[in-house]
């Protein structure tokens, strides 16, 4: 167990659907970061929030969003799903605002699955 | 464009032989480059991380090497066990423009298979 607590493992929703990933990063940790590995793909980096502020935005589509709460808790909301979104989609948890080499922590990933 | 580039794709090898993974970068201007494994279905693992000033980095049987003036790193395995199949990423980070920021750029992964 890394700490890193994301729920759910697996989700399957329909084309058009808008669904929510939840990520708990590990105990102390202010940092979280989206991520999208698609099959065969390399791990694609959305986005990172700092003690509830946005940092730094990567390759996220307008139809995703994410926030982080007081409790440091991240939701990653998909909206208007289409097929290509199907993918894990990681979360992980850095102690510090500013981690530059990835020093970070992933959780297990929510396998999401669009039919 | 920053970019990382990992080879071999894929490898297959023999349990308790060794191997080398090679990554190629040519992210500017360069903090750290960290090398990861990922098992399938799982979040990947940090194995090392270097910095410009550092060329060689061992974590048990893992070795990582960094050549910063051909901008070159690799992962020797030793005595490859089973346990060692997965998925094995190279991720460089850039230092950013603004104080304290960063862009970091994944490679594709190198997909071992360690077989008896």
């Known amino acids: 167990d890394s700490g890193v607590t994301q729920t759910p493992k697996h989700l399957i929703t329909a084309t058009g659907q808008r669904v929510t990933l939840r990520c708990s990063p590990r105990?102390?940790?202010?940092?979280v970061y989206w991520y999208q590995q698609s099959l065969d793909q390399g791990l694609q980096f959305l986005i990172h929030?700092?003690?509830?502020?946005?940092?730094a935005k990567g390759n996220i589509l307008e139809r995703f969003s994410a926030q982080q709460f007081p409790d440091l808790h991240s939701e990653l909301n998909l909206s208007s799903l289409e097929l290509g979104d199907s993918a894990l989609y990681f979360c992980?948890?850095?102690?510090?605002?500013?981690?530059?080499?990835?020093?970070?922590?992933f959780g297990s990933g929510t396998r999401l699955t669009v039919v | 464009k920053n970019q990382v580039e990992q080879s071999p794709q894929s490898l297959i090898i023999l349990e308790g032989k060794n191997c080398t993974l090679q990554?190629?970068?040519?992210?500017?201007?360069?903090?750290?480059l960290r090398w990861y494994k990922q098992d399938t279905g799982r979040g990947p693992v940090s194995l090392t991380i270097?910095?410009?000033?550092?060329n060689t980095k061992s974590n048990g049987r893992y070795t990582a090497t960094l050549d910063a003036d051909t901008k070159q790193s690799s992962l020797h395995i030793t005595a490859s066990q089973l346990s060692d199949s997965a998925s094995y990423i190279c991720v460089v980070s850039a230092i950013g423009s603004g104080a304290g920021s960063y862009q970091l750029t994944f490679g594709k992964g190198t997909k071992l298979s360690v077989i008896p």
């Open positions: 105990s102390g940790d202010l940092s």
């Open positions: 992980a948890s850095s102690a510090s605002s500013s981690s530059g080499g990835g020093g970070y922590t």
């Open positions: 270097m910095t410009f000033s550092e």
């Open positions: 990554c190629n970068y040519t992210v500017s201007p360069f903090s750290n």
């Open positions: 929030y700092y003690n509830g502020e946005e940092r």
